[in-house]
């Protein structure tokens, strides 16, 4: 195979971009109306079908990390390392499923799960859950703008920076106008790409290389721990980590919740189904490739994990294949990065302007203004700092602490009547702190203190067990899970934990903000909350809430129309 990356030339690349943004920007001129609908926008009249929806999701969490972190999972790990990425990544869809049926039946008509949250509870809860939204989905766009500019720059005589502007400006265009329902279309496009053209390059780099001869040759050169499935170093660095985050990111992520409340409520179930198989199965098979480079022996150019797949594409596959691959990688980024910007529009629309500013009496034009404006500066804010290649993981540490801190007061609000806004605010307050007190080992995790977090570190292991099962099989079968998993947690994790401090830390931030909410609550004397005042707190800004609301044939063209229905 060849050691160096291939390189178009500058016209070539220039002319794959404008051919695939262009497209996706021809695309949603089909769907612009002079009338614009602020709930259309957002939501897509909440008639998103079947089709559309999975295509939509699994597109969204297809994003830039689904390749380069899957193949080198599968470099780091070996045989499990795919697996560990692409299976808990397909459950933080599936695991919304159960607890979005809930939402959807309190609120029926809304836009973003902080509507919700405002509903019942308030400002002060519904804004940390909107700051956790708006911080991460500014993050995501930092990442596949990098990602853009990354790939760009090893492909081209481009320069890194001029692949992020190139991005950033492709991404907004096809966007702005149309929000959320651009968002949708352009993802079942991008899908049926993305998965035509990973059936094609993944049995094609695999047999280039030797096929299953070739593989199993190689399987000489990975170290016991890469060899075996079970690997305890896979499971407690990657797998572990992983499977904590399953909840954190089905319930702290808005592009997920935004799919949830614009997807048709008879097709929910199958929509969270497909898109849970689709994603696990094409990231899997992303995750095929670094374990491909780990037989052969591969060393990442300049030391750079994100060349795996690179290298693998250009070192054993022709130009057109390679061309494949660098839409592939952009159509993947892009179908995130569009998601976030209809999620952070739709944030500062229904949470801050339409619930703070206006106060429940929200003029829908200027909602609409809110939301594009939102869309150019986020896009602004991302490329400035994608620009620079600055090292995020600290910010995606914060980021995915807080999100593990409000599970538990976010799925308690929607199914306990003795919560209150105090509880949920403290406990996700204390939660951070505790959790960064762990993660950056400001006291020593050894002796008293480190047990101390390991216990709290149990509570948080029975929590998310607890959670998992009773969004299934009800609250009897989750509460057994839950202590069953608690005392397995003591028995195996202290004095042992401590040595883990990504997991610890993460666990720590589930126990604690469960401790607190629910000591908080029980002591508590305000009344018992009346769930169903949350449909009448709740509902669209465009359509009156008696009239019928709108078909998807208002929200989408007719070929998109048929693709949603079963």
Not at 249 to 260: C, E, P
Not at 553 to 566: F, I, K, V
Request: glycine content about 10%; hydrophobic content about 55%.
């Amino acid at each position: 195979m060849n050691n160096e990356l291939y390189q178009f030339s500058t016209l070539t690349v220039i002319l794959l971009l404008l051919a695939f943004y262009g497209g996706t920007y021809l695309m949603t001129l089909g769907i612009r109306r002079k009338n614009e609908d602020a709930d259309a926008f957002m939501v897509s009249n909440h008639r998103v079908g079947f089709g559309i929806g999975a295509a939509s999701m699994t597109a969204t969490w297809i994003w830039a990390a689904s390749f380069y972190a899957a193949a080198t999972s599968g470099y780091t790990y070996g045989v499990s390392g795919p697996i560990h990425y692409g299976l808990w990544g397909a459950l933080m869809i599936l695991f919304i499923y159960p607890f979005g049926r809930r939402f959807r039946r309190l609120a029926p008509n809304a836009h973003t799960l902080g509507e919700l949250i405002h509903a019942r509870h308030g400002s002060s809860s519904q804004l940390i859950l909107a700051l956790s939204n708006v911080l991460g989905s500014v993050i995501s766009l930092m990442v596949n703008f990098t990602a853009a500019g990354a790939l760009v720059s090893v492909l081209s005589p481009l320069s890194f920076q001029a692949g992020v502007i190139i991005a950033g400006f492709g991404v907004l265009l096809y966007t702005l106008w149309s929000g959320f329902r651009a968002s949708i279309l352009t993802d079942f496009a991008q899908l049926v790409a993305l998965m035509a053209i990973a059936i094609v390059i993944i049995p094609a780099v695999f047999f280039a290389m030797g096929g299953p001869t070739e593989l199993v040759a190689g399987l000489g050169n990975l170290t016991p721990e890469q060899a075996n499935f079970f690997s305890m170093d896979a499971i407690l660095h990657q797998g572990a980590p992983f499977f904590v985050a399953v909840l954190a990111y089905a319930i702290g992520n808005q592009t997920i919740s935004q799919r949830l409340f614009a997807v048709n409520e008879d097709h929910i179930k199958p929509t969270f189904l497909t898109a849970t198989l689709g994603y696990g199965a094409i990231v899997i098979g992303l995750g095929m490739i670094g374990l491909m480079a780990l037989t052969i022996g591969m060393e990442p150019l300049n030391g750079d994990m994100n060349n795996l797949i690179p290298q693998m594409v250009s070192g054993y596959l022709p130009p057109l294949f390679i061309a494949l691959f660098f839409i592939l990688v952009i159509g993947s980024l892009s179908s995130t990065a569009d998601s976030d910007l209809s999620a952070l529009s739709a944030i500062m629309m229904a949470d801050v302007y339409g619930k703070n500013l206006a106060r429940g009496k929200a003029d829908p034009r200027r909602m609409l203004l809110v939301g594009r404006l939102t869309m150019v500066i986020a896009t602004m804010v991302g490329v400035l700092f994608a620009s620079f290649a600055l090292d995020i993981l600290v910010m995606l540490v914060f980021v995915g602490a807080l999100w593990g801190a409000i599970v538990f007061p976010v799925i308690a609000s929607c199914f306990w009547n003795r919560v209150t806004n105090q509880a949920f605010t403290t406990s996700v307050l204390v939660a951070m702190v505790l959790f960064c007190v762990a993660r950056f080992e400001l006291v020593p995790l050894s002796g008293g203190s480190g047990l101390f977090f390991e216990l709290l570190a149990s509570v948080g292991g029975g929590v998310i067990i607890g959670l998992m099962v009773f969004g299934f099989l009800g609250w009897p079968a989750g509460f057994v899970a839950g202590v069953l998993a608690l005392v397995a947690m003591l028995v195996f994790a202290t004095g042992f934990l401590h040595d883990y401090t990504v997991l610890l830390a993460s666990l720590t931030a589930y126990g604690a903000s469960t401790v607190v909410c629910v000591v908080m609550s029980l002591l508590s004397r305000q009344p018992d909350f009346d769930f169903a005042t949350i449909r009448e707190r709740v509902g669209d800004y465009d359509t009156p809430r008696d009239a019928p609301a709108a078909e998807a044939g208002e929200a989408l063209p007719a070929s998109a129309r048929l693709a949603g229905q079963r």
